[in-house]
C-alpha cells in the first residue's frame, strides 16, 4: 500500500540458545515435510512412497528433488541438498537455524520455549506479546461505533473485509488513553508500551497513545510476528 512510511519498531534479533530436545521433536511433527514443501514446491508422487517436483535451490527441468513423508526428510538427487523440515526452512527462506525454528513454531501455532539463557529473549517476548495485543486491540475498534468513519474510508477505497481481515488492519481511536488503559489492563507496563512506540511520555510525567484517530497497518515480520505499526490519519 503506497503513500505512508512504515514505522518499525525494532526488536533485537538476538541469539536464541538450545531448544529442548522434546521442543524440536514436535515442532517437526506438527509441520508435517510434505505440507511446508508444498507451499513451495508442487509434489507429485513418483514412485513408492516419495513425492518428487523440482528443486527449489538448483535450476532443473526434471524433478529430482524428493521428499520422504515417512523418514520426513527431502533430498535433491541432483544439488545435493537435503535435511529435515527445519533445514529446508532455513534454506528456503534464509534464515538461521533459531529463525527457521521460530517461524515454523508459529506456524504451527506454537509458543517457543523460555530462553532462560538469554535474558532479552524475554523481554522481546514480551513486546511482542504486546504487539499482537495492540494489534488485536486496533482491529476490535473497527467494529465499535467509534470505528465507523475508519470503515467508511475503507470502503471508500474498496478495500474488502477479507483484506482487512488478511493485513489485520485496525483503528486507533480518537482518545488520548484507550490504548494505554486496555494494555494495562491487559497486565502491560507504561514502560513497555513505550519501548514498544505505543504510548508517549507527557509533560505531567503520565503516558498517551502515540497513535490517535487513524488507521493502524500492523508491520508483521517473516515469523508473523507483529513488529510495529505505521500509522496513517
Ligand atoms: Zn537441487
Redesign the pocket.
Known amino acids: 500500500m503506497p503513500g505512508f512510511q512504515p514505522k518499525f519498531i525494532a526488536i533485537g534479533g538476538g541469539r536464541i540458545m538450545a531448544f529442548p530436545e522434546r521442543f524440536l521433536d514436535e515442532l517437526t511433527e506438527r509441520n508435517d515435510i510434505v505440507d511446508v514443501v508444498s507451499q513451495y514446491v508442487r509434489l507429485t508422487k513418483k514412485s513408492g512412497a516419495n513425492l518428487f517436483g523440482l ?1 527449489p ?2 535450476s ?1 527441468k526434471t524433478p ?2 524428493s521428499v520422504a513423508p515417512d523418514k520426513q526428510i527431502y533430498h ?1 538427487f ?4 537435503g535435511g529435515s523440515v527445519i533445514s529446508f526452512i532455513m534454506e528456503i527462506e534464509n534464515l538461521s537455524f533459531p529463525e527457521a525454528v521460530a517461524f515454523l513454531a508459529n506456524r504451527a501455532g506454537m509458543q517457543l520455549p523460555e530462553q532462560s539463557d538469554d535474558p532479552g529473549a524475554k523481554k522481546r517476548q514480551r513486546l511482542l506479546a504486546l504487539n499482537r495485543d495492540a494489534a488485536r486491540f486496533f482491529h476490535a475498534q473497527l467494529k465499535t461505533p467509534a470505528g465507523q468513519i475508519a470503515r467508511d474510508y475503507l470502503a471508500r477505497r474498496q478495500l474488502t473485509a477479507q483484506t482487512v481481515t488478511r493485513f489485520g488492519l485496525g483503528f486507533a481511536p480518537d482518545s488520548w488513553e484507550s490504548l494505554a488503559n486496555a494494555m494495562r489492563r491487559k497486565g502491560y507496563s507504561d514502560q513497555e508500551m513505550f519501548e514498544a512506540g505505543l504510548v508517549k511520555h507527557g509533560k505531567s510525567g503520565g503516558v498517551y497513545d502515540a497513535f490517535r484517530n487513524r488507521l493502524m497497518f500492523p508491520v508483521i515480520d517473516v515469523r508473523g510476528s507483529v513488529i510495529g505499526f505505521s500509522g496513517r490519519i
Not at 78 to 81: A, L, N, Q, S, T
Open positions: 528443486c535451490f538448483h532443473e529430482s528433488f535433491c541432483g544439488c545435493g541438498k
